[in-house]
């Protein structure tokens, strides 16, 4: 235990350790996030129900979503994109690692009779003989992943999207970045038993990769049995590092707003969406 908990004090090198379908897909840590998707009130797993709504409105007037458009929705969670937009009558597709949230989404689908196909995978190897005209990722899931992990997702992008398709993604901003503190926090069932139903100490630790513009939330949980370490890893970007990575990697940014709500654009913005075509 001694040396498991000694890694929160040792920073790690950036992205080098990826945990993440543990936070999507464990049994007990999925069962709190489909309740935080759901609560139309609560941020961290989707954003406010409201917010949705009007994202959902703008995406289907921006990109002309109707009858017959073919849409791929990564990191789809319970279908609180993909559900409207099969509504408007796109044939969509939703991709999602997370068992308890694509059973949901499926639940949904079939209680509404709306026709989606849902697939359970890691996006990043995602492959299917389909064609979308438009690819989302939405909740700046990008920021989540390592420089390699984002080339293996824009390659992914690139092999399914229809001539003329276009990738909608959003991600954090330096203005984010400059409010992610470095932090050391800990307590019994920290996080009112988010990590586990057990009893268990846990450990926040907050580190800042000022050269990278990257943070890191790494928690450790502590039961009688076990520590597990569990690594949240989020890159911001300037709109000018965001474009300089899509173009190494076969896109062009086409349009740019400060969510993907539409809203314009301005360097203030927590967020930057982005609207790209491959080359
Ligand atoms: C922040 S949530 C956003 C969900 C949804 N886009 C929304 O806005 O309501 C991120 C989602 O991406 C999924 N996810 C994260 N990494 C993934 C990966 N490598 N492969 C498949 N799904 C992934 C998670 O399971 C989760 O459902």
New binding site residues.
């Given amino acids: 235990m001694f040396e498991e908990l000694r890694k929160l004090d040792v920073r790690p090198a950036p992205f080098s350790v990826y945990t993440?379908?543990q936070l999507?897909?464990d049994d007990h840590i999925s069962r709190q996030?489909l309740a935080m998707?759901l609560d139309p009130d609560v941020e961290?797993?989707?954003?406010r129900s409201a917010f949705?709504d009007t994202s959902v409105e703008w995406i289907v007037r921006h990109f002309d979503v109707g009858p017959g458009t073919r849409i791929a929705?990564?990191?789809?969670?319970?279908g609180?994109?993909t559900t409207p937009f099969a509504q408007r009558g796109a044939e969509v597709t939703g991709?999602?690692?997370?068992r308890r949230?694509i059973a949901h989404a499926r639940k949904t689908a079939e209680r509404s009779r709306l026709k989606i196909d849902y697939t359970l995978?890691?996006?990043?190897t995602y492959e299917s003989d389909k064609r979308f005209d438009l690819a989302?990722?939405?909740?700046?899931?990008y920021c989540?992943?390592s420089p390699t992990?984002r080339q293996h997702f824009l390659h992914v992008i690139r092999q399914h999207l229809a001539p003329g398709g276009r990738l909608l993604f959003d991600v954090f901003s330096q203005t984010a970045f400059a409010s992610h503190q470095e932090t050391a926090t800990f307590g019994l069932n920290f996080m009112n038993h988010f990590w586990s139903k057990y009893e268990y100490i846990g450990f926040q630790r907050t580190w800042r990769y000022e050269a990278e513009s990257v943070a890191l939330d790494l928690y450790a949980i502590v039961t009688e049995e076990q520590v597990r370490l569990i690594y949240n890893w989020l890159q911001y970007f300037s709109l000018e590092s965001i474009r300089s990575e899509l173009m190494e990697n076969g896109f062009t940014v086409v349009e740019q707003f400060a969510d993907v709500t539409g809203q314009d654009y301005t360097s203030e913005a927590t967020e930057i969406a982005i609207v790209a075509e491959a080359n």
């Avoid at 961290?44 to 954003?47: D, E, L, N, Q």
């Fill in positions: 993440a379908q999507w897909d996030m998707h961290p797993a989707s954003r949705i929705d990564f990191g789809c969670g319970p609180l994109y991709i999602d690692w997370s949230s995978t890691n996006y990043l989302t990722l939405i909740y700046c899931d989540a992943l992990q």
